[in-house]
Nanobody, 122 residues
Framework: QVQLVESGGGLVQAGGSLRLSCAASGSIFSIGAMGWYRQAPGKQRELVATLTSGGSTNYADSVKGRFTISRDNAKNTVSLQMNSLKPEDTAVYYC????????????????WGQGTQVTVSS
């Protein structure tokens, strides 16, 4: 099995910064894209940022210029540096990874972390 464990959430004032981290472990042969999604109360889960194994990034328009995604392929980790936080960034943030579990299987499966709460006060 594959586990994703997030850390780094918390409460911060508007304009502040937080750094989220996610570590993938378990039956992992390789990881394709890794990313962060968020879900605010009463809203659907939305993409925040993704980063492929080749280094291509994709950001939601609402976080461009404020958030930076990075990963360490050797450690199977992905991080999200969040600066200039706004109250509207308040949500549960989820880590996601597309994992290939073995040399034999060429398919990738999507896995999710349990989520970490980010609260930005005004």
């Amino acid at each position: 099995q594959v586990q994703l464990v997030e850390s780094g959430g918390g409460l911060v004032q508007a304009g502040g910064s937080l750094r989220l981290s996610c570590a993938a472990s378990g039956s992992i042969f390789s990881i394709g894209a890794m990313g962060w999604y968020r879900q605010a109360p009463g809203k659907q889960r939305e993409l925040v940022a993704t980063l492929t194994s080749g280094g291509s990034t994709n950001y939601a328009d609402s976080v461009k210029g404020r958030f930076t995604i990075s990963r360490d392929n050797a450690k199977n980790t992905v991080s999200l540096q969040m600066n200039s936080l706004k109250p509207e960034d308040t949500a549960v943030y989820y880590c996601n990874a597309d994992v290939r579990k073995s040399l034999i299987s060429y398919s990738y499966s999507s896995y999710w972390g349990q989520g970490t709460q980010v609260t930005v006060s005004s």
